[in-house]
């Protein structure tokens, strides 16, 4: 069985920086592809960026250029620091470990950027 648990999020005016961080417990974490989803209030669940073992990522255009997720083997967990933040970036921020069909979420963390 695979845990999440997130930290890292508060409250960060516009323009600001954040450091996220998810730590994975549980078996075979190198074969996850890690990632962090969010939500906003009212709005669906969204891609903020994964990454795969071997380093491949993925970003959602809003964030792309202003987000960098890295994950760390021997510590097992992937970390999302969130530069030049927005109002607009405000949600809960997920953690997701997935494998084929399987997939994981954290409880999340909430991230409120306002002035």
């Known amino acids: 069985q695979v845990q999440l648990v997130e930290s890292g999020g508060g409250l960060v005016q516009p323009g600001g920086s954040l450091r996220l961080s998810c730590v994975f417990s549980?078996?075979?974490?190198?074969?996850?592809?890690m990632g962090w989803y969010r939500q906003a209030p009212g709005k669906q669940r969204e891609l903020v960026a994964r990454m795969t073992s071997g380093g491949s990522t993925n970003y959602g255009i809003s964030v792309k250029g202003r987000f960098t997720i890295s994950r760390d083997r021997d510590k097992r967990t992937v970390n999302l620091q969130m530069n030049s933040l927005k109002p607009e970036d405000t949600a809960v921020y997920y953690c997701?470990?997935?494998?084929?069909?399987?997939?994981?979420w954290g409880q999340g963390t909430e991230v409120t950027v306002s002035s």
């Open positions: 549980g078996s075979m974490f190198s074969m996850y592809v």
């Open positions: 997701n470990a997935q494998r084929r069909d399987t997939g994981y």
